[in-house]
């Protein structure tokens, strides 16, 4: 990333994305992490049922996790790629059919099978593993465990891994396009003096041998960076919200110190989830309930597991990341991260390349959280306010098949790409129609950005394939040039893609379809002509 000011850097280096190497060269590595591979492309994960427990003055974990999956086509004597990256190791490989030999190589393990494997038939891999993960020195971005401790001196643990898989610490199938549809079980087993809190409901507590085991269930699919354990001197309370589908189980664990601020500062959810539940359909998750967890570090979306240590304060560290005083009124990462309950945990991006369908919906959602809050006027410039982050260095898609994210500007520049469109649609009804409809019609389920573009498209009734290309592929923004003659405008598109189509509004009723070539139209009155800030392009008059 290339260097920036104080000021962008925290804004945007350190909230809009992972560090990245503009001119990475790509290894087989990577490929066996970021794509389908042949030791991939013939089995679907149905379950993880794991355990995890961590020793904090060793900084090492150890645990299980049995791997239920499905046979997807026909095979014989396959080779199963279990992700693991070093210096984590695998102790044992045991499965429910004949394994002829496993080997851990670099972040792999290879388990050659010794059957004919029939399309539809189910198994199970099951892994004992240990070890010293990969300690994360700036997490959530660089991805890793955090051993640390409270205010009070009590151990407090936890990890974050989206950038870098969770195979930094879990065997899994760490690709984004396949969940376990039939959920997780969870073991986190803790001193008796801690408590471990993970994703959905908590359905069981055994203490014995001076250890607790606090086991945790999701029944939904569930992405792998989201299965998150966390091990602190936690207390718990509750609320429920009447939503869509019923009432709501609210859950919150937070640091005994931090009860009182928690019971305050948490009364912003059910705003945010009446607001979201407006804009993008029910919360996705009803059967496993809404968490916060005080966590640390800033914060992360895990599924029904939302990592919070904003420090119970309004913006984002207290600070806006607009400039314009909007995003003071509201807790940034309450409602940043529960808007990725919809988009990365509800729909999630088959490729970490088309991680924008994650990042500019859910920052889009921060727009729409202040409009149905506090009103239209105070979401549009707080949307306007954004582009200060936006830098435009390489385009927002990243590199398919290698693990790869497009830039950091997937966050406002997807953001405003997604007013802009919401502009040129000039239905707002319909707009939030389409919203909810990808939130339904993609329920549960990893997408690619094409299916995205389609909906979208085909929703909406217009073709909004080159606004899409415009903003994801390339780092070039529109630019309208014009000239204005009293009732004569002369303009035309520079910096676009080829035949964009990007109509504008114009004297708040007008309409235009600039192109790349110039073209003169009639006012109807004189006065300076008044362009709509909304949609993310440049104005540049011209003599």
Do not use: C
């Not at 549009?380 to 590199?399: F, S």
């Not at 994801?472 to 204005?484: A, G, N």
Request: net charge neutral; charged share 25%; hydrophobic share 35%.
């Amino acid at each position: 990333m290339k260097k920036l000011t104080y000021t962008l850097l925290f804004a945007s280096g350190l909230v809009f994305g992972q560090f990245f190497e503009k001119d990475k060269v790509f290894t087989k590595q990577d490929t066996l992490k970021g794509s389908d591979t042949q030791f991939r492309n013939f089995w679907d994960v149905k379950k993880y049922d794991l355990s995890v427990e961590p020793d904090f003055a060793e900084k090492s974990i150890k645990g299980y996790n049995k791997i239920s999956f499905e046979i997807t086509k026909d095979v014989t004597d396959p080779v199963f790629q279990i992700d693991l990256q070093k210096p984590m190791k695998a102790d044992k490989v045991e499965g429910n059919f004949p394994i002829v030999n496993y080997k851990q190589d670099d972040d792999f393990i290879f388990v050659t099978a010794k059957k004919k494997f029939k399309k539809g038939e189910k198994y199970t891999i099951n892994i004992t593993y240990s070890g010293k993960p990969t300690i994360a020195k700036n997490a959530p971005w660089d991805g890793g465990w955090v051993f640390t401790k409270d205010e009070k001196g009590n151990p407090w643990m936890s990890v974050a891994d989206e950038g870098i898989g969770a195979s930094i610490w879990l065997p899994t199938k760490d690709i984004w396009s396949d969940e376990p549809e039939n959920g997780i079980v969870m073991k986190i087993i803790t001193p008796t003096d801690l408590v471990g809190v993970g994703n959905g409901r908590l359905t069981d507590k055994k203490t014995e041998g001076g250890k607790t085991a606090y086991t945790w269930e999701v029944k939904n699919p569930i992405n792998a960076y989201s299965i998150i354990p966390n091990i602190g001197k936690y207390v718990n309370f509750k609320d429920t919200f009447d939503g869509e589908k019923g009432k709501l189980d609210l859950d919150y664990w937070v640091l005994d110190y931090n009860l009182e601020k928690a019971k305050k500062q948490f009364q912003q959810v059910k705003p945010m989830l009446s607001a979201f539940e407006y804009w993008f359909g029910p919360y996705p998750f009803y059967e496993d309930s809404y968490k916060l967890v005080d966590s640390p570090y800033l914060g992360m979306e895990h599924q029904s597991n939302v990592a919070y240590g904003n420090n119970y304060q309004n913006g984002y560290r207290g600070r806006d990341l607009s400039g314009t005083g909007v995003g003071l009124k509201w807790d940034y990462i309450i409602i940043h991260e529960s808007g990725h309950e919809w988009f990365a945990n509800n729909i999630t991006a088959k490729d970490q390349a088309d991680m924008w369908i994650h990042e500019s919906f859910t920052m889009y959602s921060e727009v729409l959280f202040v409009e149905k809050y506090m009103d239209k006027k105070s979401a549009d410039i707080y949307a306007i306010g954004v582009r200060n982050n936006i830098e435009n260095d390489i385009p927002i898609i990243g590199k398919y098949g290698v693990r790869n994210e497009g830039s950091g500007d997937m966050y406002p520049k997807g953001a405003n790409m997604l007013h802009t469109i919401r502009q040129v649609i000039n239905n707002d009804e319909k707009f939030r129609q389409i919203l909810r409809g990808i939130g339904k019609d993609f329920y549960h389920q990893t997408v690619t950005t094409k299916q995205i573009e389609d909906y979208m498209s085909s929703k909406s009734g217009i073709d909004l394939s080159s606004i899409f290309n415009q903003y994801l592929r390339t780092v070039k923004i529109p630019t309208l040039e014009y000239s204005q003659n009293g009732e004569s405008l002369k303009f035309r598109y520079k910096d676009v893609v080829k035949d964009l189509k990007l109509p504008l509004i114009i004297n708040g009723d007008q309409t235009i379809n600039p192109t790349e070539n110039w073209q003169t139209v009639k006012l109807k009155k004189t006065t300076p002509v008044e362009f709509n800030k909304n949609y993310y392009i440049h104005y540049n008059q011209v003599q």
